[in-house]
């Protein structure tokens, strides 16, 4: 039984590009979060995807944006990168309902490096 | 892989010593709490969690205490391994509706001498 996966592992780009970062859930889980982990730091909620909706968002701007898909699994998108995007992301996925009984899984995450 | 949490609080204890990891909350409508452990290159992975109805919860090895009062949160860890070097985090989320969007504290890096 696959865990949630993530791709791809590390990725480097330039100030002002575009970026998509891939994820696709535990199996059985249909709800998507997107974390950014700075270095040294605990893990920020950006957003979270359910029924291919953005539910539930974090104190992150326009800049960006997700996508899930009717196969459950979701791509994170940030466009005019800036230095201070390089960080580890994260893909949590669960099981709509109750937290109580389906905690978060995450994957082992993109870093992201931007110069 | 790459190191999580250079500049974090550190533990440091015996193997076979127990360990307790501390974590203080702020938001007082918080009403689930979990804890997470992160090995390097790695993502968080699930430790144990706790409802804010109940101030004690086991698992194999691990205990969560809560004290709402106060707002902290500890992980008691038995006869810690080398294995259990990592960052732990502790994490809260708000509301009762189960919907994760969790808040992460800093972190404490635990380290495990033979």
């Known amino acids: 039984d696959a865990g949630v996966t993530q791709s791809p592992t590390h990725l480097i780009k330039t100030r002002g590009q575009q970026v998509t970062l891939r994820c696709s859930p535990k199996?059985?889980?249909?709800?998507v979060s997107w974390y950014q982990q700075a270095l040294g730091q605990g893990p920020q909620f950006i957003f979270q995807y359910y029924e291919e909706e953005e539910r539930q968002r974090g104190n992150f701007p326009d800049r960006f944006s997700g996508h899930q898909f009717p196969n459950y699994s979701s791509e994170l998108n940030v466009n005019a990168l800036l230095l201070g995007d390089s960080a580890l992301y994260l893909c949590?996925?669960?099981?709509?309902?109750?937290?109580?009984?389906?905690?978060?899984?995450f994957g082992n995450g993109t870093r992201l490096t931007v110069t | 892989g790459e190191s999580v949490g250079l500049h974090l609080p550190t533990l440091s204890v015996q193997e076979g010593d127990n360990s307790i990891i501390n974590c203080a909350y702020s938001n007082s409508a918080s009403d689930y709490f979990i804890w997470y452990k992160q090995e390097s290159g790695k993502g968080p992975q699930f430790i144990i969690d706790i409802r804010s109805n109940m101030d004690k919860r086991q698992g194999q090895r691990v205990t969560v205490l809560l004290n709402k009062t106060v707002k902290h949160l500890s992980l008691q860890i038995a006869a810690t391994q080398p294995g259990d070097s990592a960052v732990y985090f502790c994490?809260?989320?708000?509301?009762?509706?189960?919907?994760?969007?969790?808040?992460f504290g800093s972190g404490t890096r635990l380290q495990v001498q033979p």
């Open positions: 994490a809260e989320s708000p509301g009762g509706t189960g919907r994760r969007a969790l808040t």
């Open positions: 949590a996925s669960s099981l709509d309902g109750s937290s109580y009984n389906s905690p978060l899984h």
């Open positions: 199996s059985g889980h249909d709800t």
